[in-house]
């Protein structure tokens, strides 16, 4: 028999100011499981012609929306030796924790509280193919508007988590995508959410972005990988407010696809020191003396460094926070003196080179 897997998702709004477990132990799930089956079969009866799979797990939406829905994925990979050996219809499956300790990486939270108040609890309905498409609908239709979770089960959830929920409801990983594009509007990240929303749900063609600020960014389907194409200060021929604008976008597309686990590569042709995590541009001879100099803008902090060293100049931008460290360990040693230019970068107009602060 052919089976359907649909993804779905119970919602939680949690007190960030209490101390709460994110991961419930096998009686406590095969609890919430038996009490989220009965919301869904409110909302839909037919739901009961499958297996119903829930994970003992609570992840923050950019920790379950990853590519290829992996905390999904593992319970699709969990379940199949139960449908294997007794189908799926009526069946209740609760995957949770023995001590503490949930039996697939790809559902264990991270050891740490959730940096927001919004958590997921991953769930899977399997159902036979030719069954399967109107109870899809069904649900796409009703969850959003009908699927809140009734006091039994949130009542299981604090019990098993130390959390109490202001608001717990059961959702499509549709709906949970939405949501998340939502989020990322209210956070000023909204145009940068289709790349990740392409990397979650169409992954599998390429395509090309044309982003804020002049960015540009390529998926690539056969290394599942998001291509940044990076341009230097010179390379961008923008004033220092138009870079300083490519640069935002440019960390804030590197922020987002790292938030989610999408992998990310940067094409360039300057050279890439992954020991500084810095993009290096050698500029030739310079007669400055050797110095440091910081350029910076007010919108964005550190835009890149000009150093002067042994009459050469290279300009080094740094790729992530790990810079900033990276390369000041790097020059200690050399003490060489540190510089800023009134102008917060320093560069030549007509050239759109930068240049040693004086």
């Given at each position: 028999m052919e089976i359907h897997h649909i993804r779905l998702a119970v919602g939680i709004e949690v007190n960030p100011s209490e101390s709460g477990h994110r991961v419930l132990e096998k009686a406590h799930c095969e609890q919430m499981a038996a009490n989220l089956a009965a919301d869904l079969a409110r909302i839909e009866p037919a739901v009961s012609q499958g297996l119903l799979v829930v994970g003992g797990t609570l992840l923050e939406p950019a920790e379950a929306l990853q590519p290829g829905l992996s905390s999904w994925q593992a319970l699709i990979d969990l379940s199949a030796p139960v449908m294997r050996q007794h189908g799926v219809a009526g069946n209740l499956l609760a995957i949770g924790a023995f001590q503490g300790k949930l039996p697939d990486a790809r559902l264990r939270p991270p050891d740490r509280k959730p940096d927001g108040s919004f958590l997921i609890m991953p769930i899977l309905l399997a159902l036979p193919l030719e069954t399967a498409q109107a109870i899809v609908d069904s649900l796409e239709d009703k969850l959003f508007e009908q699927g809140g979770v009734h006091p039994p089960a949130r009542a299981c959830l604090t019990q098993a988590t130390g959390w109490t929920s202001a608001h717990a409801q059961?959702?499509?990983?549709?709906?949970?995508?939405?949501?998340?594009?939502?989020?990322?509007?209210?956070?000023?990240?909204?145009?940068?959410w289709p790349v990740v929303e392409h990397a979650l749900t169409d992954e599998g063609s390429n395509r090309d972005f044309e982003l804020p600020g002049g960015l540009t960014a390529r998926w690539q389907a056969d290394s599942q990988t998001v291509i940044i194409h990076f341009a230097s200060f010179e390379q961008h021929g923008g004033n220092p407010d138009a870079y300083a604008l490519w640069t935002r976008a440019f960390r804030s597309l590197s922020a987002l696809a790292d938030n989610h686990g999408v992998r990310r590569d940067i094409e360039s042709s300057l050279v890439h020191d992954q020991r500084l995590h810095c993009l290096i541009e050698a500029c030739g001879p310079c007669s400055h003396r050797d110095s440091l100099t910081e350029h910076l803008h007010n919108d964005c902090g550190l835009v890149a460094w000009t150093l002067v060293d042994d009459g050469h100049q290279v300009n080094l931008y740094p790729l992530n926070g790990q810079a900033i460290a990276s390369v000041r360990d790097d020059l200690a040693m050399r003490s060489l003196p540190r510089k800023r230019s009134d102008q917060g970068i320093c560069y030549d107009p007509s050239t759109n080179k930068l240049l040693p602060a004086a």
């Open positions: 059961l959702l499509t990983a549709t709906d949970l995508i939405a949501l998340q594009h939502v989020q990322m509007d209210t956070a000023g990240l909204g145009a940068f």
